[in-house]
């Protein structure tokens, strides 16, 4: 298992940006590497994903073509790129890892903390 550290988290208007950042504590090119969020009252969802093919996947509700995931192999890090923010996004944003061919995510980050004021 690797270590997980999010980053990048805050406060920003509604139409704002963000990028979060997830630092690994060793390589992750073996690991599909994927964002989260758990909204106020609600339960985690998942948001993106990147696998360790290097295909990127997206949740299929409002997300997407607003937030962009990449990965790099060489930092050992997974960045969110999150653009034309809504208060709905308002979450706290977590960063997983899933090995190869496993079927779960087993490795998560201690979370960052978005919220996005109207």
């Known amino acids: 298992q690797v270590q997980l550290v999010e980053s990048g988290g805050g406060l920003v208007q509604a139409g704002g940006s963000l990028r979060l950042s997830c630092a690994a504590s060793?390589?992750?090119?073996?690991?599909?590497m994927g964002w989260f969020r758990q909204c106020p009252g609600k339960e985690r969802e998942f948001v993106a994903a990147?696998?360790?093919?290097?295909?990127?996947?997206y949740s299929t509700t409002s997300v997407k073509g607003r937030f962009t995931i990449s990965r790099d192999n060489a930092k050992n890090t997974v960045y969110l790129q999150m653009n034309s923010l809504k208060p709905e996004d308002t979450a706290v944003y977590y960063c997983a890892a899933r090995w190869l061919t496993a079927t779960t995510y087993d490795s998560w980050g201690q979370g960052t903390q978005v919220t996005v004021s109207s």
């Open positions: 990147y696998t360790w093919s290097g295909m990127p996947t």
């Open positions: 060793g390589r992750i090119s073996s690991y599909t």
